[in-house]
């Protein structure tokens, strides 16, 4: 049985809210109860294989900290978290990122480094604010052309 005593305040008064070093599988359903004050969500270094489409009720979100976990998947509705500007999927086991994410556009930065990334969708060259995307240790032979200037360490 997973401990959710961490959750049980909520988010501070700047919206942030840390549920780091947990080892949960899951996020429990109370944390989106929180959906409308959460800005910044650290839940790394857990074990949470999916980022479901529940994440997207999470509108105000600005940075998201997913890195350190198990994670096989993104489900593509993370793309209505759309002022989020700081992503973390490093450390994880993604092979794909969902093309939902191009509708942040306030994204700046995309820390996608040592995960299973095979290729990356074409529309995330169109983020009109995306300074910083690392992609390193990943499987991918190309990145899209849009995204040469952006991508590095």
């Given at each position: 049985?997973?401990?959710?005593?961490?959750?049980?305040?909520?988010?501070?008064?700047?919206?942030?809210?840390?549920?780091?070093?947990?080892?949960?599988?899951?996020?429990?359903?109370?944390?989106?109860?929180?959906?409308?004050?959460?800005?910044?969500?650290?839940?790394?270094?857990?074990?949470?294989?999916?980022?479901?489409?529940?994440?997207?009720?999470?509108?105000?979100?600005k940075v998201l900290d997913v890195s350190h976990n198990c994670?096989?998947?993104?489900?593509?509705?993370?793309?209505?978290?759309v002022r989020l500007q700081h992503l973390n999927v490093s450390?994880?086991?993604?092979?794909?990122?969902?093309?939902?994410?191009?509708?942040?556009?306030?994204?700046?930065?995309?820390?996608?480094?040592?995960?299973?990334?095979?290729?990356?969708?074409?529309?995330?060259?169109?983020?009109?604010?995306?300074?910083?995307?690392?992609?390193?240790?990943?499987?991918?032979?190309?990145?899209?052309?849009?995204?040469?200037?952006?991508v590095g360490g």
């Open positions: 049985m997973e401990d959710y005593d961490d959750l049980s305040n909520g988010p501070d008064d700047e919206g942030n809210l840390n549920l780091s070093y947990n080892l949960w599988k899951h996020m429990p359903d109370e944390l989106f109860q929180y959906a409308n004050k959460i800005i910044y969500l650290n839940i790394s270094h857990n074990r949470i294989m999916e980022i479901t489409s529940r994440y997207s009720s999470l509108t105000l979100l994670i096989e998947r993104l489900d593509n509705d993370i793309g209505k978290c450390n994880n086991r993604l092979s794909k990122l969902p093309p939902g994410l191009s509708n942040c556009i306030m994204m700046e930065s995309m820390l996608c480094n040592n995960n299973r990334l095979d290729n990356i969708p074409n529309e995330l060259g169109n983020l009109p604010t995306l300074s910083r995307m690392d992609l390193n240790n990943n499987d991918l032979s190309s990145i899209p052309v849009e995204l040469a200037g952006i």
